[in-house]
């Protein structure tokens, strides 16, 4: 049974910092890029950060650059996201997603997501 599951999310005030991690189970973890989404209240689910599946490679969003920073741990089949400098804007429901393609076929897990809400 496929399974993400996020977790750190919480209330924290601006300029403070979370970590969210992202547990996987069930398939073969380091064989997927994984990929931040996050969704705020009345807009669309929007790309955060994304790491390849050796974590070779990473890209971020404009809005978080220099601010959040995506890992992952493949021994842990574990995807995190260090938030700093965090700002209300950054108030969303935070989701992971893994992705890979095999044979031609698209593999697309999500998580159900984890709260993130910046405010003083």
């Known amino acids: 049974q496929v399974q993400l599951v996020e977790s750190g999310g919480g209330l924290v005030q601006p300029g403070g910092s979370l970590r969210l991690s992202c547990a996987a189970s069930g398939f073969t973890f380091s064989s997927y890029a994984m990929t931040w989404y996050r969704q705020a209240p009345g807009k669309e689910r929007e790309l955060v950060a994304a790491?390849?599946?050796?974590?070779?490679?990473?890209n971020y969003a404009d809005s978080v650059k220099g601010r959040f920073t995506i890992s992952r741990d493949n021994a842990k089949n574990t995807v995190y996201l260090q938030m700093s400098s965090l700002k209300p804007e950054d108030t969303a429901v935070y989701y992971c997603n893994a992705l890979t393609v095999a044979a031609l076929k698209g593999y697309d897990y999500w998580g159900q997501g984890t709260q993130v809400t910046v405010s003083s």
């Open positions: 790491i390849t599946s050796d974590g070779s490679s990473t």
